[in-house]
Nanobody, 124 residues
Framework: QVQLVESGGGLVQAGGSLRLSCAAS????????MGWFRQAPGKEREFVAT????????YYAGSVKGRFTISRDNAKNTVYLQMNSLKPEDTAVYYC?????????????????WGKGTLVTVSS
């Protein structure tokens, strides 16, 4: 099992940038696929990005492709989400997730473990 703690959320103006971090517990972090999801007020949780154990496979939601970058540092047990050119519609609670493998296009993309989330607010 793995425990996940997100950080880096906050308030930013439209067009600005934020970097989210997710610290994972456990010695097997490097074997997990990792992902970022978000849930906006009044909406269902949605997929943002995912990365496999080596970083060799990465997928993005269409709404963030070209603006967001997911990466990981297995030595630090940490996954990141660099968010640039932020828009008000990016406002949401962002959740880090981990799973055994990526399952492309499914509701949870193969993720089994979830953090508690960090709030990102983008003002116009």
């Amino acid at each position: 099992q793995v425990q996940l703690v997100e950080s880096g959320g906050g308030l930013v103006q439209a067009g600005g940038s934020l970097r989210l971090s997710c610290a994972a517990s456990g010695r097997t972090f490097s074997s997990y696929a990792m992902g970022w999801f978000r849930q906006a007020p009044g909406k269902e949780r949605e997929f943002v990005a995912t990365i496999n154990w080596s970083g060799g496979r990465i997928y993005y939601a269409g709404s963030v492709k070209g603006r967001f970058t997911i990466s990981r540092d297995n030595a630090k047990n940490t996954v990141y989400l660099q968010m640039n050119s932020l828009k008000p519609e990016d406002t949401a609670v962002y959740y880090c997730a981990a799973g055994g493998r990526i399952v492309v296009g499914t509701e949870n993309w193969g993720m089994d473990y979830w953090g508690k989330g960090t709030l990102v607010t983008v003002s116009s």
